[in-house]
């Protein structure tokens, strides 16, 4: 039976929970168990990927006045609302035992999981197949603009993920490939966040864009801790796996806190 380490955290700041998922990432050894963590945001917090532009199309204002900060992940992908969903990461190395192929059959794979949970939810997913007419987007917003391998309901997109894939150098000067997966399911409508943040969004074309599990009708009757047990038991039936509940060690906790000022709050001036 495969094992994968389980770190189910505690709510944190922006800041923390990017250089957490980091000191995981650059620690990663080729002969280690899959590591992933489930966490949530000490307040709302807009994450924005690792080349976004911070440009005028986000009323840093708007931010201030919410007292949303702005952080900057190490993965890909778009503009994503946090404190208003359930957000993972996981950290694995790419063709280990765990992983049969590259990145691309990784996002496929770990979907197969993300797809059961929904399912079991009693919605109706659709995995996003490769599109090869798509038109670029121009759009801030990662729930507007679903890519392949994501999940669909009605229509709309219910979970954003994005990767990032690190040779890593260890102490016999053998490299692996690594790779750091960020995934979102929002729990709750955050649209009218959303066009507060972002002027440019129109309201009607989000809704057709982009779902939560409010408005797919599932959140609050089944509450955040039942829905995210739920969301770890889909993930270890689907993948035949043991979860090891280890929670971070003095020396990671450490860490952390010397990557901390890498992912400072972007709109403070």
């Not at 168990?33 to 840093?60: A, H, K, M, Q």
């Not at 939810?121 to 679903?146: E, T």
């Not at 229509?155 to 490939?177: D, T």
């Not at 809704?207 to 509450?223: D, K, N, Q, Y």
Request: aromatic share 10%; net charge neutral; charged share 25%.
């Amino acid at each position: 039976m495969r094992i994968w380490r389980l770190i189910e955290d505690i709510p944190r700041t922006g800041s923390f929970n990017m250089a957490a998922d980091q000191v995981l990432l650059e620690n990663y050894s080729q002969d280690a168990n899959p590591v992933f963590r489930i966490y949530d945001w000490e307040c709302t917090t807009l994450s924005l990927g690792r080349n976004e532009i911070l440009d005028d199309l986000i009323d840093l204002d708007v931010c201030g006045r919410l007292e949303i900060p702005i952080v900057r992940r190490s993965t890909g992908g778009k503009a994503v609302l946090h404190g208003f969903d359930l957000t993972y990461s996981i950290v694995g190395g790419v063709l280990d035992q765990h992983f049969s192929g590259g990145v691309l059959d990784n996002y496929r794979y770990l979907s197969k999981g993300f797809y059961a949970f929904f399912k079991k939810l009693g919605l109706n997913p659709v995995l996003k197949a490769i599109d090869r007419q798509k038109k670029k987007s121009y759009s801030h917003i990662c729930f507007a603009d679903p890519a392949i391998y994501e999940i669909l309901v009605e229509g709309r997109k219910i979970i954003g993920n994005a990767q990032r894939v690190r040779n890593l150098r260890s102490f016999n000067s053998s490299s692996c490939r690594v790779f750091l997966q960020h995934g979102s399911i929002p729990l709750k409508d955050s649209i009218p966040q959303i066009i507060q943040i972002f002027p440019h969004a129109a309201e009607d074309d989000l809704r057709r864009e982009m779902h939560s599990l409010e408005t797919a009708g599932v959140f609050p009757g089944l509450s955040q801790k039942k829905l995210k047990q739920m969301f770890l038991d889909c993930l270890q039936e689907t993948f035949q796996l043991k979860w090891e509940r280890q929670f971070w060690s003095v020396k990671e906790l450490e860490m952390i806190s010397e990557h901390e000022n890498s992912f400072q709050n972007l709109n403070i001036n």
